[in-house]
């Protein structure tokens, strides 16, 4: 672990300072419990790693991914850290992203976290700016190869670049811990039980034999893969009633993802009007059974 205070992004303990506030709520809004909390972690205390950990990276079990609760606390709609709103996500389902990565250790173990469990340095945990928590997530270090499952159940980093926190635990498994920082990349997991029940949440096998329905029709695809990608994104952005319709043409299958159905013009030419806004392309108004 590199100190100088001239390098940020090798410095977890400087860079950490972020996370003064990383319980994810601003001042005006946070419970009594969490503000104290907040303002007990002022202090000019720089991070540091636990002494005497023996683990060697390869040792260290990945968390498994289980079904949770929602945080009471940890999900508002939006939050304010450092001047800077955040719009935490209705869903994490099909959720990825690249950056960077950072670890925090000593400085906040055994503080609570945004989910208000206590921090453990030692659990293969990490926090996250926006993703509904808890949440597992897979991360992979792309600088050196490893790859790790970690719950992320905390706020955090509010500095430029940075993706997410790591635990002292999941940091050294990802190599993370030696080097301050790494280039990663991040992808939500769950449960078998979860993935079952969400496909059949939101997938409609056509036809059927209802009368005509108003959609927005976002894109069509030809593998499975790509439609469930592209609808985490959707959910993530907060659209709701995402459905995929699977239909069969020339002996293969089609995967349409759509919003809807809707009540009126007027709501599917809102609905039209945000996903443009949000750059999707090629989006058009339906009437479909």
Same mark, same amino acid.
């Given at each position: 672990m590199?100190?100088?205070?001239?390098?940020?992004?090798n410095?977890?303990?400087?860079?950490?300072?972020?996370?003064e506030?990383?319980?994810?709520?601003?001042?005006?809004?946070?419970?009594v419990?969490?503000?104290?909390?907040?303002?007990?972690?002022?202090?000019?205390?720089?991070?540091s790693?636990?002494?005497?950990?023996?683990?060697q990276?390869?040792?260290?079990?990945?968390?498994?991914p289980?079904?949770v609760m929602p945080?009471?606390?940890g999900?508002?709609?939006?939050?304010?850290v450092?001047?800077?709103?955040y719009?935490?996500?209705?869903s994490?389902?099909?959720?990825?992203?690249?950056?960077?990565?950072?670890?925090y250790?000593?400085?906040?173990?055994?503080?609570?976290t945004?989910?208000?469990?206590?921090?453990?340095?030692y659990?293969?945990?990490?926090?996250?700016k926006?993703?509904p928590?808890?949440?597992?997530?897979?991360?992979t270090?792309?600088?050196?190869?490893?790859?790790?499952?970690?719950?992320?159940?905390d706020?955090?980093?509010f500095?430029?670049?940075?993706?997410?926190d790591?635990s002292?635990?999941a940091? @050294?498994k990802?190599?993370?811990? /030696?080097?301050?920082?790494?280039?990663?990349s991040?992808?939500?997991?769950?449960t078998?039980?979860?993935?079952r029940r969400?496909?059949?949440?939101?997938?409609?096998?056509?036809p059927? @034999?209802?009368?005509?329905?108003l959609y927005?029709?976002?894109?069509?695809y030809?593998?499975?893969?790509?439609?469930?990608? /592209?609808?985490?994104?959707?959910?993530?952005e907060?659209f709701?009633?995402?459905?995929?319709?699977i239909?069969?043409?020339?002996?293969?299958?089609v995967?349409?993802?759509?919003?809807?159905?809707?009540?009126?013009d007027?709501v599917?030419?809102?609905?039209?009007a945000?996903?443009k806004?949000?750059n999707?392309?090629?989006i058009?108004?339906?009437?479909?059974?």
């Amino acid at each position: 672990m590199k100190n100088s205070d001239n390098n940020i992004g090798n410095n977890p303990g400087s860079a950490l300072k972020q996370r003064e506030t990383s319980v994810g709520f601003s001042l005006a809004s946070a419970p009594v419990l969490v503000l104290a909390l907040l303002l007990s972690s002022c202090g000019e205390v720089r991070d540091s790693a636990p002494e005497n950990y023996a683990k060697q990276w390869h040792e260290i079990p990945d968390a498994v991914p289980v079904e949770v609760m929602p945080s009471r606390y940890g999900n508002p709609g939006s939050y304010e850290v450092f001047g800077k709103t955040y719009y935490v996500k209705n869903s994490a389902v099909g959720f990825k992203q690249k950056g960077i990565a950072s670890w925090y250790g000593n400085k906040f173990h055994g503080r609570r976290t945004s989910s208000g469990e206590d921090y453990d340095m030692y659990a293969m945990t990490a926090a996250h700016k926006t993703l509904p928590i808890p949440v597992f997530v897979e991360v992979t270090n792309h600088d050196n190869g490893r790859k790790a499952i970690v719950k992320v159940n905390d706020r955090g980093p509010f500095h430029e670049g940075r993706i997410i926190d790591l635990s002292y635990a999941a940091a @050294t498994k990802l190599g993370v811990a /030696q080097t301050g920082t790494a280039n990663v990349s991040i992808r939500v997991v769950g449960t078998e039980a979860e993935g079952r029940r969400q496909r059949s949440d939101s997938i409609v096998e056509s036809p059927v @034999t209802e009368g005509d329905k108003l959609y927005v029709q976002v894109a069509a695809y030809s593998t499975e893969e790509n439609a469930l990608q /592209q609808m985490g994104r959707l959910q993530g952005e907060g659209f709701r009633d995402v459905r995929l319709h699977i239909e069969s043409k020339k002996g293969k299958a089609v995967y349409r993802l759509r919003i809807g159905p809707l009540p009126s013009d007027h709501v599917a030419k809102k609905v039209l009007a945000q996903l443009k806004e949000n750059n999707h392309q090629s989006i058009q108004i339906i009437k479909t059974n």
